[in-house]
Nanobody, 126 residues
Framework: QVQLVESGGGLVQAGGSLRLSCAAS????????MGWFRQAPGKERDFVAG????????SYADSVKGRFTISRDNAKNTVYLQMFSLKPDDTAIYYC???????????????????WGQGTQVTVSS
């Protein structure tokens, strides 16, 4: 089993920044691809960013490219999502997720991830 705990959400003005953290415990952290997803009220849970086992590959949704950066510290069993230039449209609950499927792919569909955190709210005011 894997436990994921997100933190770092909050209320920020448009144009501001936040850094989300996701602490993992349980299975070997470095064996999995990690992803960040978000879900706004009444909407689907959408892929935001993903990072492979040792951080050599990353992937981003078009809507956040150039503004968000995903990184991981395997020694601390933690993945981060640094968010800059936040917009009201970024308002959502942000979830981290772990995918232990062997291989180098960064999956973008939520059902492809096995483990999930409880989410952290990000609210961007205009």
């Amino acid at each position: 089993q894997v436990q994921l705990v997100e933190s770092g959400g909050g209320l920020v003005q448009a144009g501001g920044s936040l850094r989300l953290s996701c602490a993992a415990s349980g299975r070997t952290f470095s064996d999995c691809t990690m992803g960040w997803f978000r879900q706004a009220p009444g909407k689907e849970r959408d892929f935001v960013a993903g990072i492979t086992w040792f951080g050599k590959r990353t992937s981003y949704a078009d809507s956040v490219k150039g503004r968000f950066t995903i990184s991981r510290d395997n020694a601390k069993n933690t993945v981060y999502l640094q968010m800059f230039s936040l917009k009201p449209d970024d308002t959502a609950i942000y979830y981290c997720a772990a995918d232990y499927t062997p291989g180098w792919a960064i999956r973008t569909m939520s059902h492809e991830y096995e483990y999930w955190g409880q989410g952290t709210q990000v609210t961007v005011s205009s």
